[in-house]
């Protein structure tokens, strides 16, 4: 595998490999928790603390795992900044912390980080891991936002917690129940496709440039 | 072999003195969220009250708090109950009147039903159909007609049935009991 730049780990979580609408992981926290834009921030900044995180280590203690014991090693690495997150949002974030409920311990199981981990950190250096992380993280969170944003306006009527329309607007229940992820996240996802389909020449310009 | 052992071994101890470090020193916070969520639900109850105090009161197996207001005059006692609802435990505050005859208010603690369905019986329009009712008697839930509150009647929330009977059951279930508790503890 050719070194690439620093950049290039981190840009390419943003589109071209974005772990939600082209790697398809994580689903389970994607669909559950993205009721509105505040839910979908928190879980994806919780994520990409634990992926960052996880990720670093990860890399740096490389030479010393035997490959033998790796998953169970990264499973408690993985576990404790869970375990740390999880306390942070409830000694800081109360309301977050309930509103997310049983999901923050469950991104211990989250694919994405054990993913990330298992393709990327561990075989390369502390640097391109962390961007690698950072940019997943990012990417990761801002399918969250954008998911949660359309299912908040069209569910519940609000954006951010703020009623946008007035006394005659009913909302569209369906899309703040499981039925409305899916969804939301369907229509996304061919929109997306879509996009892609229709920058392929562009993203491959710009990455032949990240690659010299 | 035995470096397996030996790097497992120590990132378990690792990560057990960060999380032990991490717990210890967030640990007070934590309580003190959870002590003003408490107090903040009870205040609620009373909300006509300035500057409501509450005491736990002694009782086994139940927590119940009596309230007194800035004179230390007794307005009422406010009774932990836990339902268990649609999607998990639902922990709601039962508030009762000094005499223990009404029903004060109600109100939900923590919850985990669905949004815009079950979690609307965090909604006033919801709780406010318990105040006044007599704790003593069994509670009825009903749909579709105009509940009675003489005949300790209450609507069920349109689509979150399952929700509104288990508040219901859990109050019918707790209520006799904490009364029964109450007058025991202010015997003494």
Known sequence: MA???ITY??????IKNNPVFVQVLGMCPVLAVTTSVVNGVGMGMATSFVLVSAALIGSLIKPLVPSEVRIPVYAVVIATFVTIADLVLRAFFPPLSEALGPYVPLIVVNCVIMGRIEAFATRNGPGPAVSDALGMGAGFTAALMVLGGMREVLGSGAFFGIELFGEG???????????GAFLTLGVLMAIFNALKEGSHTVLIRAESKAEA | MRRMIIVLTLVTVLSGLVLAATFASLSPRIELNRERALQASLAALFSDVDEPQFEQL?????DIYRGEDAEGRLIGYAVAVT????????????????????????????NRETPGLGARITEEQFREQFIGLDPMQSITTIRHVEPDPAANEVQAISGATISSEAVVDAINRRAEQAIDAIRDAEDR
Do not use: C, H, W
């Open chain 1, 9 to 14: 780990e981190f840009a390419k979580g943003l």
């Open chain 2, 58 to 62: 002694e009782i086994e197996e139940m």
């Open chain 2, 83 to 110: 339902a268990s609802g649609y999607n998990g435990p639902i922990s709601m505050l039962l508030g009762l009147t000094p005499d223990l005859q009404q029903i004060e208010g109600l109100q939900v603690v923590e």
């Open chain 1, 3 to 5: 070194a690439r730049s």
């Open chain 1, 169 to 179: 607007f009913t909302p569209l229940l369906v899309m703040i129940l499981p039925a």
